[in-house]
């Protein structure tokens, strides 16, 4: 009879324990970054970010977190295998979105940990996620799962790639909002994105640190689009269905190796973004110059430079409703060595990064942020810039048009793409033959509703300067 009592007890218990965790909803999302460790053989510093909800819950991140260093499988109880906790450093407040109210924040957590030549994961699980996702059936039932991967078993040395912007999407009633998932590499590896799944690590509620398993049910996040070469996030012409939603970026980094691309190693950031009724209307950035030149060029323009090198970026903002005072926001200057940021006056601020001379060459992406202070609710735009570090002598050469991203493309109904001036676009299919004019919003926003005549296949939307170009495809 005693036993049965104890029995009964522990089962209640545990029972109390699972109801109290499911009503610790603030996880909000995070990644896992990490760096090796000059002269120390094979130990990495990791770095922990988790995004922290603070609306509607006193529920806090503790003082510690569970990293769990799974060896050559994603089993963190597997041989080889082990967990050690990592430590908060920092707290930090994000750039705001709401007139005096911070509805989410930044926990820091950090650590060194020893990692022998092997195929790694690294991962985490918190607290239960936010409450009503929307895009996730009864999201405050689902954990929050992270993780990172690294490939060190030919030897090797690598950094994880570093997300350069940390401002969250917040998208206000249908308006077509620019962000960015884009990451920097220091080793100069090759970065591919795509969205992917988010994760929970179901036997995280009897404390083992097993495989993890995709959410069920989930949809994709029906806003964005993500670059896969640029991580630029594109917003799509969904329809508005107010909320917040849950977007999981991963980069995944290749390095050759014996003439071989081979991926070493991905971060995945598990992040949410909210769409409000709003109607307040998105600041933009709608060009910058290089250097000393006072030609205006369009932000998805590559800008050469060689190592060693100091280049200066006049970047110009506008914003429709009058009033509003902007403000230029970048994470780049704590991520990228020799970058910072300066405003120069209401609408301009000048980005400035003296490149490394040991910078391996390649592409690399830097972002900037627009905001304005409109009440309620702040609009804002993230955008990517694109540099390419070379040896060659630089020139400039403008006899070929500037290619642009459109979102979605392929498309079915209609596409959405932006001019880095408000002008006429003409369309024309594969052979060249006319199909339409359309002329764009005065932020330079053409979106194109083809009739059921146009039948699937390529086309083409070149700007009336003939200085810009976008690829369609018409499903």
């Not at 007890?9 to 970054?33: D, M, N, P, R, Y």
């Amino acid at each position: 009879m005693k036993r049965n009592t104890v029995r009964f007890l522990s089962l209640l218990l545990g029972c109390f324990c699972l109801a109290t965790q499911a009503w610790a909803t603030h996880a909000a999302g995070g990644e896992i970054l990490y760096e090796p460790i000059p002269g120390s053989g094979s130990r990495y510093h990791v770095i922990m970010r988790l995004y922290q909800n603070t609306a509607g819950t006193p529920v806090r991140f503790g003082e510690q977190v569970p990293l769990i260093c799974s060896k050559n499988s994603c089993d963190g109880t597997g041989t080889g295998s082990f967990k050690v906790d990592l430590l908060r450093t920092r707290r930090l407040a994000p750039d705001v979105v709401r007139c005096n109210d911070e509805t989410f924040e930044t926990h820091v957590f950090e650590g060194d940990v020893e990692l022998p030549t092997a195929r790694w994961t690294l991962s985490t699980f918190a607290e239960n996620r936010s409450l009503g996702i929307r895009n996730i059936g009864q999201s405050n039932t689902h954990n929050l799962y992270i993780e990172s991967f690294l490939d060190n078993s030919t030897g090797l040395v690598n950094s994880s790639p570093k997300f350069t912007a940390y401002k969250l999407p917040y998208l206000g009633g249908n308006q077509l909002s620019q962000y960015s998932s884009s990451a920097f590499d220091i080793d100069g590896d090759s970065l591919v994105y795509q969205v992917v799944a988010p994760l929970e690590n179901m036997a995280a509620r009897i404390n083992q640190a097993a495989c993890p398993n995709e959410i069920s049910p989930y949809r994709a996040a029906p806003h964005f689009t993500v670059d896969a070469a640029t991580g630029a996030l594109l917003p799509t012409s969904a329809r508005i269905e107010l909320g917040e939603y849950l977007l999981p970026i991963r980069v995944d980094e290749y390095r050759k190796l014996n003439n071989v691309w081979t991926k070493i190693g991905s971060v995945t950031r598990d992040q949410i973004y909210w769409l409000n009724r709003s109607t307040n209307s998105t600041p933009t950035i709608t060009g910058l110059t290089v250097n000393s030149s006072t030609t205006t060029q369009p932000l998805e323009q590559i800008i050469k430079v060689n190592p060693g090198r100091t280049v200066a970026l006049t970047l110009t903002a506008s914003d429709t409703d009058t009033g509003q005072k902007l403000r230029f926001v970048s994470d780049v200057p704590t991520i990228v060595p020799g970058t910072a940021i300066q405003t120069l006056n209401a609408t301009q601020a000048r980005l400035t990064w003296a490149v490394p001379t040991n910078l391996p060459f390649g592409r690399y992406r830097l972002t900037v942020a627009v905001a304005d202070d409109g009440c309620p609710l702040n609009a804002s735009e993230v955008r990517t810039i694109t540099f390419l570090v070379t040896d060659q002598v630089l020139a400039t050469t403008t006899g070929r048009p500037l290619y642009l991203p459109a979102s979605p493309n392929p498309f079915r109904s209609q596409v959405s793409f932006k001019l880095s001036t408000p002008q006429t676009v003409t369309i024309t299919d594969g052979l060249g033959r006319l199909v339409e004019h359309v002329t764009s919003r005065t932020d330079g926003t053409v979106t194109w509703h083809p009739t059921s005549s146009v039948a699937p296949g390529m086309y083409f939307a070149r700007s009336a300067d003939g200085k810009q170009l976008v690829r369609l495809v018409r499903e």
